[in-house]
């Protein structure tokens, strides 16, 4: 009910998508991905052409730590593992900390800012300890030399948190 429901790979293949980045790291949740059960030791695999990487354990238990034990949305734990790669550029978009309302098409029933905050507020997470511990490893990557683009929301929401900090 509350998840984003099965991804269908027929449809990831058909958008001609070549990489996934699968954060959740419960083997069940993602069973139906694997061919073989020797690739969830490896955490990458193949399948059709599509890539698939499972973050590791240690990098969720590493965020949730940060988090002072919540649960990282599931949006955070996925830019968390990407800026562990080694990576020459990341873009990130489409991440606002449940502080606007979903798209069309993405939940439905919830169609205001309010439905948002009602529906974060009976949740795992923690909207404003995630924005500091993302301002935090933005710009631990960008000391590091990484290139990370943010869209306009973002950039806001780390000029906002630099203004009231």
Request: glycine share 6%.
């Amino acid at each position: 009910d509350r998840g984003t429901g099965r991804i269908e790979l027929e449809h990831v293949l058909a958008q001609k998508t070549g990489y996934i980045v699968c954060p959740i790291t419960d083997r069940k949740y993602y069973k139906f991905l694997l061919t073989q059960r020797r690739r969830l030791k490896q955490r990458l695999m193949s399948v059709d052409g599509l890539t698939i990487a499972i973050t590791p354990l240690e990098t969720y238990n590493q965020l949730k730590r940060r988090l002072d034990g919540t649960v990282p949305t599931t949006g955070l734990l996925t830019i968390a593992f990407l800026l562990e790669c080694k990576i020459r550029e990341l873009h990130i978009t489409g991440f606002n900390f449940f502080a606007g309302k979903y798209v069309p098409g993405y939940r439905d029933t919830i169609q205001t800012l309010s439905d948002v905050q009602n529906w974060i507020a009976n949740s795992i997470h923690d909207p404003q300890k995630e924005r500091l511990v993302f301002k935090q490893m933005y710009e631990s990557a960008v000391d590091n030399n990484k290139r990370v683009v943010l869209d306009s929301d973002l950039t806001d929401i780390i000029d906002e948190i630099q203004r009231t900090a």
